[in-house]
Nanobody, 124 residues
């Protein structure tokens, strides 16, 4: 099992930036991919960005392409989400997640472990 802990959320004005961090511990050698999800009030949890752990290939939701960047530090066992040009609609609780089972299609990844979430609030 992999344990995850997010940090870096907060309140920011529209157009501003935030950087989220997620530290992984436990069975980190089993990580195939890590991802950021978000969930706004009364909405479903949606994937924001995914990074394949071994080779760093990334995928993004259309709503954040060109504004958000996911990256990972293998040695530190961390994943980051740099969020620029934030909009009010980016307001949500952001979760870090780990997938340990490989998948050819990133959309079919099953996530085994989740962090507790960190609140991001963008004021307009």
């Amino acid at each position: 099992q992999v344990q995850l802990e997010e940090s870096g959320g907060g309140l920011v004005q529209a157009g501003g930036s935030l950087r989220l961090s997620c530290a992984a511990s436990g069975r980190t050698r089993s990580i195939f991919a890590m991802a950021w999800f978000r969930q706004a009030p009364e909405k479903e949890r949606d994937v924001v960005a995914v990074v394949i752990w071994s080779h760093g290939t990334t995928y993004y939701a259309d709503s954040v392409k060109g504004r958000f960047t996911i990256s990972r530090d293998i040695a530190a066992r961390m994943v980051f989400l740099q969020m620029n040009r934030l909009k009010a609609e980016d307001t949500a609780v952001y979760f870090c997640a780990v997938a340990t089972r490989p998948s050819i299609d990133y959309r079919d990844l099953a996530y085994d472990s989740w962090g507790q979430g960190t609140q991001v609030t963008v004021s307009s």
